[in-house]
C-alpha cells in the first residue's frame, strides 16, 4: 500500500526555520514528482512547492514562499524534504505532502489534480 506520512512540523518563532519531512512506504518516492500544499484556517488548500522524479533537476515554489523555502530529496531515505527559513505568521497552516498520479515525470507542478496519493498533514505554527 503506497502511503505518505509527514513530520517535523510544529511551534517556531517568525524569522525561524522549520524542516518537513515526507517519508514514503510501499514504493520508490524517487520515482515521482512530488509536491507540498499547505492549507490555513478558512482558506483553500494551496501549492507550495514541487520536485521532478529521479534528479530532481526541476523544482518550482510558490511566489510567497520563494526565496524562503528549498525543497530536496534523499533517495536513501526515500524521502522529500521541504526546508522553510526566515518564516512568517502567513506561513501557518497544515502541511501536506502528495505522490504525482504517473511516475517518472520529468516536471512538476503546485496543482492538486496532479497528485493522487497523499500524507496526512503537519501542522506549523509560526508565532512569537
Known amino acids: 500500500q503506497s502511503q505518505l506520512a509527514e513530520s517535523g512540523g510544529g511551534l517556531v518563532q517568525p524569522g525561524g526555520s522549520l524542516r518537513l519531512s515526507c517519508a514514503a512506504s510501499g514504493f520508490i518516492l524517487d520515482s515521482y514528482a512530488v509536491a507540498w500544499f499547505r492549507q490555513a484556517p478558512g482558506k483553500e488548500r494551496e501549492g507550495v512547492s514541487c520536485i521532478s522524479a529521479r534528479s530532481g533537476m526541476m523544482t518550482k515554489y510558490a511566489d510567497s514562499v520563494k526565496g524562503r523555502f528549498t525543497i530536496s530529496r534523499d533517495s536513501a531515505e526515500n524521502t522529500v524534504y521541504l526546508r522553510m527559513d526566515n518564516v512568517k505568521p502567513e506561513d501557518t497552516a497544515v502541511y501536506y505532502c502528495?505522490?504525482?498520479?504517473?511516475?517518472?515525470?520529468?516536471?512538476?507542478?503546485?496543482?492538486?489534480?496532479?497528485?493522487?496519493?497523499w500524507g496526512q498533514g503537519t501542522q506549523v505554527t509560526v508565532s512569537s
Open positions: 502528495a505522490r504525482d498520479w504517473r511516475p517518472d515525470a520529468d516536471n512538476c507542478a503546485i496543482t492538486r489534480a496532479r497528485y493522487s496519493v
